[in-house]
T-cell receptor, first 116, second 112 residues
């Protein structure tokens, strides 16, 4: 299958369970964080974002938690569905030294598989 | 309507050839990007343009030359293709000053 040889962290859950995907970021100066979902054969798709002045943000079935102390980000998906199966990326957004431009640095990605 | 589009979707070519990938966005964004995703799904920025001006160039070989004819288009030309260039290339766009980037569907490049 597609996961062979990818060496991505993987998470396998049963349909209806809650999923938690974790991410550690590196730059304490990062001020904005985004979770992306990438389905097979498609481009990354925006799910939810959070600014560094917040520690929690909720969307529809998704919640992002930010712990700046330990530079950790998590994505919680409630009542996971087969359509949630994808690779999930966290991305940290850092301004350049001039402050006018942003650069997104992506994490390694986690492959979520939802079993019916 | 597709927000960020890329052509071609698939590109198979011989080593040493020169090829181009095109990207267009209809979101009215000022900033466009090219990313490379390797076989391990690692996604890395290559270039960023803001209002047709290059603002990020992440130590990409100079065989790769981006061109932005206007702020809705960012094309990527690759000279003397090498086996290691095989990857999926994604175009993205965003508003200036905001981090949320919107990605195209990707161009799957295979160099033989």
């Amino acid at each position: 299958g597609e996961s062979v040889g990818l060496h991505l962290p993987t998470l396998s859950v049963q349909e209806g369970d809650n999923s938690i995907i974790n991410c550690a970021y590196s730059n304490s100066a990062s001020d904005y964080f985004i979770w992306y979902k990438q389905e097979s054969g498609k481009g990354p798709q925006f799910i939810i974002d959070i600014r560094s002045n917040m520690d929690k943000r909720q969307g529809q079935r998704v919640t992002v938690l930010l712990n700046k102390t330990v530079k950790h980000l998590s994505l919680q998906i409630a009542a996971t569905q087969p359509g949630d199966s994808a690779v999930y990326f966290c991305a940290e957004n850092t301004r350049n030294s001039g402050g006018s431009n942003y650069k997104l640095t992506f994490g390694k990605g986690t492959l979520l598989t939802v079993n019916p | 309507d597709t927000a960020v589009s890329q052509t071609p979707k698939y590109l198979v070519t011989q080593m040493g050839n020169d090829k181009s990938i095109k990207c267009e966005q209809n979101l009215g964004h000022d900033t466009m990007y090219w990313y490379k995703q390797d076989s391990k799904k690692f996604l890395k920025i290559m270039f960023s343009y803001n209002n047709k001006e290059l603002i990020i160039n992440e130590t990409v070989p100079n065989r790769f030359s981006p061109k932005s004819p206007d702020k809705a288009h960012l094309n990527l030309h690759i000279n003397s293709l090498e086996l290691g260039d095989s990857a999926v290339y994604f175009c993205a766009s965003s508003r200036q000053g905001l981090g949320t980037q919107y990605f195209g569907p990707g161009t799957r490049l295979l160099v033989l």
